[in-house]
């Protein structure tokens, strides 16, 4: 089931953002010197309690009575932009991420909004794929001078 996130659920959020990300920061070479906090691992609580209450929306994936997942998005301009798509280790590939991302891509569109975006590990090709597959393609690719990956921009028109 997914449900807005409410205030005491954070810290169990943020929990959820850094395991299912330090696979990824640890196979690019995330550090604090070239990533910010470390690709979302190191996010400290206050500033993912900011992003809240600054209207990021929220939500957390909850099977069983665990929530297993996490989805948050922030509006940018004209385009909802994903913050966040997390899944826990053991629950991924197991559809619960693609549950997450047709949650975002209807919640866009209902909402009035022509497309979703996203960045992501360009070099990722598995998750890149994944997306690919879900109905974006990559808008644009970023090169920083402090790490060896691309960032791509993915969009998904709606």
Known sequence: MIEPIRREHLSTCLDIIKRSYEDTAATFGMTEENCPYRGRTRLPLSVFEKEFNDGCMMY????????????????????????????????QHNGYGGELLRFAKETAKSAGYPKLSLGMVHDNVPLREWYLGHGFHTAKLLHFEKVSYAVGIMESEL
């Open 60 to 91: 957390g994936y909850t099977k069983g009575g665990e929530m297993i997942g996490f989805l948050s998005m922030q509006l940018k301009e004209d385009t909802l932009y994903i913050q966040d798509i997390a899944i826990l280790p053991a629950y």
